[in-house]
């Protein structure tokens, strides 16, 4: 149990955990708000730049809601892991929360520029 009590009192480790928070409530919060806009009916949940004209992909809200999902599971699971290495090495720890925190801004950026097109 102190592996625990030193992984909860790294300031490092828990700026990333506070940073991974809130990106994965910001991204939930923005694809939500985007969602209860209104519109209603088809949304681009794809974009494939090699295909031309029928580059954009239309299909229901499930995808874009998969998005929230995603944000979470990658919060969990990064959390996770990052404790679970912590007793082996602080910087493999802290590497594990930076490539969720770099995850967390892509899906944000993603999913945000899918709704944007609608």
Known sequence: M???KDYLHDKLVLLLLALNIFLAFLS???IVWRLSSGQTGDYIVQRRANLGID??????????????????????LHTILSAKAYSIQKNLSIIILSFGTMLLITATIVSNSLLALH
């Open 55 to 76: 580059q954009y992909t239309q299909g229901n809200i499930v995808p874009i809601l998969s998005f929230i999902a995603f944000a979470l599971l990658v919060l969990v």
């Open 28 to 30: 939930s919060t923005l």
């Open 2 to 4: 102190p592996t625990q």
